[in-house]
Structures are given as structure tokens and as C-alpha cells.
């Protein structure tokens, strides 16, 4: 059974960071896209961050590009997503996700990551 299990969310002041991981356990991961997403309290998960496999193509959606990054560590199973000058806007649910082809490059949409992960709470407070 494949399993995506994020960590390191947390509360953190505007202004501060966090570094999120998404632990994959079932299944390897190193030869796969992955992403990240975010769900702001009632509105729509929408599209972060997404690295290919080999981690030389990154892809970041408009709101989080400069201030996030992407990476993965294929040895331990493991991607990354690495928050600086986290805004209010950025509080949300993220949620790790792994698409299952062997496309090139990853994809920013939702449709093509079939495992998902439980999320984990990133709340920025003023």
C-alpha cells in the first residue's frame, strides 16, 4: 500500500519559515513527478510547487515563486518543500502528491497526481 505521510507544518509568524516533507513508504518514488498543493479555508486546492523526477525541472505556481522550493531526496523516498517569507495568504492545508507516470515534466494539474497525502496545517499569523 502506498502511502504519502506529510510533516512540518505548523504555526509561524508573516515574515517567518517552514520546511515541509512528504515521506513516501510502499512504493518508490525516485522515478516519478511530484507535487505539492494547498487548500485555503473555503476556497478551491489549487496548484504550489511540482519537481520531475530527477529534480532538475521545477514548476511553482505565481503566489509562492521566489519565496518557495521544491526539492527531493530520492534516496530516502522523500520531497521537499521549503516556505521563506511566508505571507498570511499562504496559511492552508499543503498536501503532497504523487503522479504515477513517467512523464518528463511535472504537471500542474491536480487530475494527473492519483496518491495523495493527509496534508499538513501551515498557519502564518500577523
Known amino acids: 500500500q502506498v502511502r504519502l505521510v506529510e510533516s512540518g507544518g505548523g504555526l509561524v509568524q508573516a515574515g517567518g519559515s517552514l520546511r515541509l516533507s512528504c515521506a513516501a513508504s510502499?512504493?518508490?518514488?525516485?522515478?516519478?513527478?511530484m507535487a505539492w498543493f494547498r487548500q485555503a479555508p473555503g476556497k478551491e486546492r489549487e496548484f504550489a510547487a511540482a519537481?520531475?523526477?530527477?529534480?532538475?525541472?521545477?514548476y511553482y505556481a505565481d503566489s509562492v515563486k521566489g519565496r518557495f522550493t521544491i526539492s527531493r531526496d530520492n534516496a530516502k523516498n522523500t520531497v521537499y518543500l521549503q516556505m521563506n517569507s511566508l505571507k498570511l495568504e499562504d496559511t492552508a492545508e499543503y498536501y503532497c502528491?504523487?503522479?504515477?507516470?513517467?512523464?518528463?515534466?511535472?504537471?500542474?494539474?491536480?487530475?494527473?497526481?492519483?496518491?495523495w497525502g493527509r496534508g499538513t496545517q501551515v498557519t502564518v499569523s500577523s
Open positions: 519537481i520531475s523526477w530527477g529534480g532538475a525541472i521545477t
Open positions: 510502499g512504493r518508490t518514488i525516485s522515478r516519478n513527478p
Open positions: 502528491a504523487a503522479d504515477w507516470s513517467t512523464r518528463s515534466f511535472p504537471s500542474r494539474l491536480e487530475s494527473e497526481y492519483s496518491t
